[in-house]
């Protein structure tokens, strides 16, 4: 057979599959798939290394999560001393865990109110009142809450708050060689 063959037919039977893997799934089931993929933890779980590793790293358990939005923020604001023309202040008091044993290096900027249009808006800009989200170094098993906040346009229509983490360090520890 030749290779351009190959190709055709293997394209047309990974096609046929996804086809009919897609069979009978209605809108009910893809939004069900959705919602349990957005609120599933995205950390594996520790598992034994496959056959033939000598170890395994998985990725830290690190967590954010939002307890309160205010939009618009209903506290005092410090700074800015005014409300510029065209904008109003957006609060959120976050939650950022480390259940891991890597340590969880991060700056208030890096967590990020992204509106209906696709722009994002960095926290740390805008100061209030409650106690405020320290950027900081966040030891394994220990957990920080406060506030950010954002100014955003007066039509803009937020949608998601995201904190945009570190890269994680994989690390294997190997034995000494003998």
């Known amino acids: 057979m030749s290779r351009k063959l190959s190709r055709r037919v293997l394209t047309s039977s990974t096609l046929a ?67 510029p023309p065209g904008t109003r202040f957006v609060g959120a008091e976050v939650v950022i865990t480390n259940d891991s044993e890597q340590p969880l290096e991060f700056a208030v900027n890096d967590v990020r109110l992204q509106d209906d249009r696709g722009f994002q808006y960095p926290a740390g800009d805008v100061t209030g009142t409650e106690p405020r989200l320290v950027s900081q170094n966040l030891p394994d098993s ?37």
């Open 17 to 83: 599959t996804l086809a009919a893997a897609s069979v009978g799934v209605g809108r009910h089931d893809q939004v069900g798939l959705a919602h349990n993929f957005e609120t599933q933890d995205a950390t594996p779980l520790a598992q034994q290394p496959d056959e033939g590793l000598v170890g395994e790293a998985a990725a830290p358990a690190w967590r954010f999560g939002v307890s309160i939005f205010e939009d618009p923020y209903r506290g005092t604001i410090r700074a800015p001393s005014d409300t």
């Open 142 to 178: 220990e957990r920080t809450r406060g506030w950010v906040w954002f100014l955003v346009p007066i039509d803009a229509q937020p949608t998601q708050m995201a904190f945009n983490g570190p890269p994680p360090a994989f690390r294997v520890v190997l034995a000494p060689a003998e």
